[in-house]
């Protein structure tokens, strides 16, 4: 009776383990601008540095394989868009660049040490969408 009793709490406790939720579970947070903005920076560092390497990669293997990756091509292809997917590709590209650069000039105006209070995150934080919102306009549609 007894090893019964210790399989089954064995087999409770296996099955308390695969129901928890991997760590750390955002899900239980309240979203705040300090962190969401972090995030934000990495994903679009790593949207911004990869598309720059997969088309660099790219260009340097294109001429291998006979694909034409020149500027003429490029123009020609962004030209040859349907409008509404045009402006798509410029915002997210235009959105994602935009707010990676002003935000890292945030990040090096945090290194000197000026504006790191919760007041100055936040302000700041503020800033940087407020900057990453004009200039994906002016980009998008100019």
């Known amino acids: 009776m007894r090893k019964h009793a ?6 409770v406790a296996e099955r308390a383990r695969k129901n928890r939720p991997v760590s ?5 947070y309240q979203p705040q601008m300090s962190w969401v903005l972090s995030g934000l920076h990495r994903n679009t ?10 088309y660099t990669a790219a260009f340097g293997l294109a001429p291998m394989f006979g694909v034409d990756l020149g500027s003429v091509t490029a123009a020609a292809t962004v030209a040859s868009m349907p409008t509404p ?3 798509a590709v410029k915002a997210l590209v235009s959105s994602s660049l935009s707010f990676h650069c002003f935000n890292g000039i945030r ?7 000026r504006s790191v209070s919760n007041k100055g995150v936040f302000n700041t934080g503020y ?6 919102a ?3 306009g002016y980009l998008t549609f100019f």
Do not use: F
């Open 45 to 54: 560092g790593v949207l911004v540095a990869g598309a720059a390497y997969l």
């Open 134 to 136: 004009l200039a994906t």
């Open 24 to 28: 750390p579970n955002l899900g239980i």
């Open 107 to 113: 990040h090096l105006w945090w290194d000197t040490g």
């Open 127 to 132: 800033a940087v969408l407020g900057a990453t």
């Open 6 to 11: 210790e399989e089954s709490q064995a087999a």
């Open 85 to 87: 997917l045009l402006l």
